[in-house]
């Protein structure tokens, strides 16, 4: 598969509802490529754009995901507690494959397709058209980062026995940045399997989360973890990478631009290349390499940045 062909796929389609003589709207924001109701796919064909007919089963089909961001949980007003996260990577990575329809309110759409870009995931995009260009400058972005098919790193497993309970246990992992993979059994590379359930994981513990969160934590032991984020508690990491290089995706849920978040990598690597959404490229700050670790500042983060390193030999 071509590098072309690796970004295009990952890259979301928006759905468009608009006749074709809202033509104009999209070539205004830069949109070549839409996905269509198959009734309406004709006439836009005429217009010389990328049209995807899409069939109402198609689209009932699709998985609905619920808007990524950051939201006040009913009842609880203390200032002091952490942001509520609704993320959806966990979800992409329960269901390699699947396919999903993302229902983004206004202000939420750049965020969805920057958050399916990061997994790989197929998402369909309803958008506010409010959001037309705050998109159209997110999807060009995405389409100029250089491809990087690599694996994704993880420190734990989570067996999955497909209950709501584990989904929300992969949920607040992903949201405190502890990096697992989904796997049916307990799998030998990982020194920690999370099996709820099990004697060592009482169903009882994933009903406070941020104490179970804590628990793996310590089990794991943060020297054991490929990577830690300082200064935020509203980005999440994604770590792809082999023996040669790898890929930290970095993704603000907050809707606010984050100065100077701090990040630090098991293993040794070179100075590499940072590429954010609203500033394109930059250089790392901060950079250096001590104790076996690799610790960096990240000078901007707008919604999503992207860091390439290779490894040290």
């Given at each position: 598969?071509?590098?072309?062909l690796?970004?295009?796929?990952?890259?979301?389609?928006?759905?468009?509802?608009?006749g074709?003589?809202?033509?104009?709207?999209?070539?205004?924001?830069g949109?070549?490529?839409?996905?269509?109701?198959?009734?309406q796919?004709d006439p836009?064909?005429d217009?010389?754009l990328?049209?995807?007919a899409?069939?109402?089963?198609?689209?009932?089909?699709?998985?609905?995901l619920?808007?990524?961001?950051?939201?006040a949980?009913a009842?609880v007003?203390?200032?002091?507690?952490?942001?509520?996260?609704i993320?959806?990577?966990?979800?992409?990575?329960?269901?390699?494959g699947?396919?999903?329809?993302?229902?983004?309110?206004?202000g939420?759409a750049?965020l969805?397709?920057?958050?399916?870009?990061?997994y790989?995931?197929?998402?369909m995009?309803k958008?506010?058209?409010a959001?037309?260009?705050?998109?159209?400058?997110?999807l060009?972005?995405?389409?100029?980062?250089?491809?990087?098919?690599?694996?994704?790193?993880?420190?734990?497993?989570?067996?999955?026995d497909?209950s709501?309970?584990?989904?929300e246990?992969m949920?607040?992992?992903?949201?405190r940045?502890?990096?697992?993979q989904?796997?049916p059994s307990?799998?030998?590379q990982?020194?920690?399997?999370?099996?709820?359930?099990?004697?060592a994981y009482?169903l009882?513990?994933?009903?406070?989360?941020?104490?179970?969160?804590?628990?793996?934590?310590?089990?794991?032991?943060?020297?054991e973890?490929?990577?830690?984020i300082?200064?935020?508690e509203?980005?999440?990491?994604?770590l792809?990478?082999?023996?040669?290089r790898?890929?930290?995706?970095?993704?603000?849920?907050?809707?606010?631009?984050?100065?100077?978040?701090?990040v630090?990598?098991?293993?040794a690597?070179?100075?590499?290349q940072?590429?954010?959404?609203?500033?394109?490229?930059?250089?790392?700050?901060?950079?250096?390499?001590?104790?076996g670790?690799?610790?960096f500042?990240?000078p901007?983060?707008?919604?999503?940045?992207v860091?390439d390193?290779?490894?040290?030999?």
């Open positions: 598969m071509t590098p072309l690796l970004i295009a796929l990952s890259i979301p389609c928006i759905y468009w509802t608009d074709a003589d809202s033509r104009a709207k999209l070539d205004a924001a949109i070549s490529r839409i996905c269509v109701p198959a009734g796919a836009w064909r217009t010389g990328t049209v995807t899409v069939t109402p089963s198609e689209l009932a089909s699709r998985e609905a619920p808007a990524p961001g950051v939201t949980r009842g007003a203390s200032p002091t507690r952490s942001p509520w996260i993320a959806n990577g966990w979800r992409f990575m329960r269901r390699a699947g396919r999903y329809l993302s229902d983004a309110p206004a939420k750049a969805a397709a920057a958050e399916a870009f990061m790989g995931a197929d998402v995009l958008i506010d058209p959001d037309l260009e705050t998109l159209a400058a997110m060009k972005f995405l389409q100029t980062l250089p491809a990087a098919d690599l694996p994704p790193v993880a420190d734990l497993g989570v067996v999955d497909g709501a309970l584990t989904g246990a949920n607040l992992l992903a949201r940045n502890l990096l697992f989904v796997v307990p799998a030998a990982f020194r920690l399997n999370i099996v709820l359930g099990s004697p009482p009882a513990d994933a009903a406070d989360p941020s104490a179970f969160a804590l628990k793996v934590r310590r089990q794991l032991g943060d020297e973890r490929s990577v830690r300082y200064g935020s509203v980005v999440i990491c994604r792809t990478g082999d023996a040669g790898v890929r930290l995706h970095l993704l603000n849920y907050g809707g606010r631009e984050i100065e100077g978040l701090h630090r990598l098991r293993g690597y070179r100075d590499g940072l590429y954010t959404s609203a500033a394109g490229r930059l250089p790392l700050d901060d950079f250096a390499v001590a104790g670790d690799t610790e500042s990240v901007k983060l707008e919604t999503y940045a860091i390193l290779q490894r040290a030999r």
